[in-house]
């Protein structure tokens, strides 16, 4: 286990980078992608405004990180910001799609896409309608402009045998996570191991392991290396879920970007409320069953539930959780072979995606 404490890669420059190539890539766009002319220009405008808000680019910070683990230099940069950029766009078809799916009304402390797009043709009969189309057509369209990143990012032979496979499963993981959680919510469940399944699936996959799997990939690494960046990335990501599932229910909107009903009044298969329904007594479960999964649940009832989430002991062991994955990731960096300045920054990220309001 190395010892040596080199300083970590500077993350908020290569945030700054990231952004700079973000910026560039969807104001040039792929020939594949459409023209920001005409009526088409709104929803290509709206892609760009989405994707450039500010935000935390895990994925591609953790692409780089990927490329930097498996010895990656400067002679293929090119295609590693352009590929750390496709995943970045990736994530905007995917919450694009995940508040259609689940009505949010809000994203980033903004109206989300259908609610934007309903109120900018509010004099339309069917303005609510347009909305929900256009924000599936603007998903549709981060799905295929993140494809044609990756598709003009220069991958040799090697790299597109290593990276597609990687992208697709990536592609298909999601989709198949959203289903299940669509499958799940609304239905209390006991079961602590579906809403685990759901959170890899749906979140932890795509936006730690595979994002740092595909830079690794593309310097060349190793079965070996590809599995260490699993061990690390998988509990680091079901921690970001559990954060989020916490966030959902006790969080601060004004720094969350979102009602703290949504996860409640939807009734999210979150492995907090798999706890507190497996644990709670049969007047708890009852209250459980009449309040979570209701529309039009206000803040009284509100409160009520978060008594029980925090009575049972629901919300405490989530927080367990989070620390063990922390420190499993840890772990996985300290007995691993990754040179010091790139295991500091992997430790870096870890501290941000679990001890975060937002």
């Given at each position: ?39 088409a ?5 709206a ?33 590693l910001?352009?590929t ?19 009505g ?22 069917d ?6 189309n ?49 499958m ?16 890899r699936l ?11 799997q595909?830079?690794?990939?593309l ?8 599995s ?16 989020d599932?916490?966030?959902?229910v ?23 409320m ?28 509100a409160?009520?539930?978060?008594h029980?989430l ?29 040179a ?19």
């Amino acid at each position: 286990m190395s010892t040596d404490l080199a300083p970590a890669l500077d993350l908020d420059a290569l945030r700054d980078r990231i952004d700079t190539v973000l910026a560039q890539s969807l104001r040039r766009p792929p020939a594949s992608v459409p023209s920001q002319r005409g009526r088409a220009g709104e929803l290509t405008r709206a892609l760009t405004d989405f994707v450039l808000a500010p935000g935390k680019r895990i994925r591609p910070l953790l692409c780089v990180l990927g490329w930097h683990a498996a010895g990656g230099d400067g002679d293929g940069e090119e295609t590693l910001w352009r590929t750390a950029a496709s995943l970045e766009v990736f994530h905007a078809f995917a919450l694009i799609h995940d508040d259609l799916i689940d009505g949010s009304p809000t994203r980033r402390g903004r109206p989300s896409v259908h609610r934007d797009f309903a109120a900018r043709h509010r004099s339309r009969p069917d303005a609510d309608t347009f909305g929900t189309n256009a924000a599936l057509l603007l998903g549709d369209l981060a799905l295929a402009c993140s494809n044609a990143f990756v598709n003009t990012a220069g991958l040799s032979a090697r790299q597109r045998d290593t990276v597609l496979p990687l992208l697709d499963a990536m592609r298909g993981e999601v989709l198949l996570g959203q289903y299940m959680d669509l499958m799940a919510t609304g239905r209390p469940t006991e079961d602590v191991e579906e809403a685990l399944t759901i959170a890899r699936l749906k979140t932890a996959k795509y936006t730690v392991e595979r994002p740092l799997q595909l830079g690794a990939a593309l310097a060349g690494a190793d079965r070996d290396l590809l599995s260490l960046c699993s061990a690390y990335a998988l509990p680091l990501g079901e921690a970001f879920q559990l954060r989020d599932d916490l966030l959902g229910v006790f969080g601060d909107p004004a720094v969350t970007g979102k009602p703290v009903f949504e996860d409640l009044r939807s009734g999210k298969p979150t492995v907090l409320m798999a706890l507190a329904t497996r644990r709670a007594t049969p007047e708890q479960r009852g209250t459980l069953d009449a309040l979570v999964g209701r529309a039009d649940l206000g803040e009284d009832d509100a409160a009520r539930v978060r008594h029980i989430l925090q009575h049972t002991g629901a919300r405490a062991s989530v927080e367990d959780m989070i620390t063990e994955r922390y420190a499993q990731a840890l772990r996985v960096l300290d007995d691993g072979p990754l040179a010091p300045r790139i295991a500091a920054a992997l430790r870096q990220i870890a501290a941000r995606v679990t001890v975060r309001a937002a």
